[in-house]
Antibody, heavy 120, light 111 residues
């Protein structure tokens, strides 16, 4: 059974760094073609892609966030970490991690999401 | 403003059919990148419905179908049911932006 679950702080102060963890089971982060991405949804707005890490550790970022975002993985713990620096209230939203299947490059399994608020 | 354009809302009566469009351009759908569709209930995880324009994800009802044209894609839902009421998103890749892209989402209301 493939599952993903996000965890992290629910409240972050402006200018701080947000770190979120995606814990994975049912597949390996090292399997060729399997990638993990982060997607967020600000309140009342559509889904927005944030970052992606490939099976070979290649990293890709949203152009609008690439100066502030990093994505790493720990294969021994089956975890993918997202860090977003210098957060502002515009970073408030629900953050989802999802598996991107190399075949057709679709996000086929998603975590339930974690709601993060950026506020002083 | 999303690179993939979807109608903000569509509606239909029970048992009727609706179609949701996803209009792209030459650097995404027109460049040959696949389109996928997701169903999203507020407060829940998005769910993959269709991938590669026309392939139904495991467990998805055959009331859902997808189609493609040169720079656009469509999701059709037949035999509308009350529990189809959700937000629907298309997703692809854009080579000019070098980014995964989502449409702006379409809210389906079952009257």
């Amino acid at each position: 059974q493939i599952t993903l679950k996000e965890s992290g702080p629910t409240l972050v102060r402006p200018t701080q760094t947000l770190t979120l963890t995606c814990s994975i089971s049912g597949f390996s982060l090292s399997t060729r073609g399997m990638n993990v991405g982060w997607i967020r949804q600000p309140p009342g707005k559509p889904l927005e892609w944030v970052a992606l890490i490939d099976w070979d550790s290649s990293e890709r970022f949203s152009p609008s966030l690439q100066n502030r975002v990093r994505i790493t993985r720990d294969t021994s713990k089956n975890q993918v970490l997202l860090t977003l620096a210098n957060v502002s209230p515009q970073d408030t939203g629900t953050y989802f991690c999802a598996r991107r299947n190399g075949h057709f490059q679709r996000f086929d399994f998603w975590g339930p999401g974690v709601l993060v608020s950026v506020s002083s | 403003q999303s690179v993939l354009t979807q109608p903000p809302s569509v509606s239909g009566a029970p048992n009727q059919s609706v179609t949701i469009s996803c209009i792209g351009g030459p650097s995404n759908i027109g460049a040959g990148f696949d389109v996928h569709w997701y169903q999203h209930f507020p407060g829940a995880a998005p769910r993959l419905l269709m991938y590669g324009f026309t392939y139904r994800h495991s467990g998805v009802s055959d009331r859902f179908s997808g189609s493609q044209s040169t720079t656009s894609a469509s999701l059709a839902i037949t035999g509308l049911q009350a529990d189809d009421e959700a937000d629907y998103y298309c997703q692809s890749y854009d080579s000019r932006l070098n980014a995964v892209i989502f449409g702006g989402g379409t809210k389906l209301t079952v009257l």
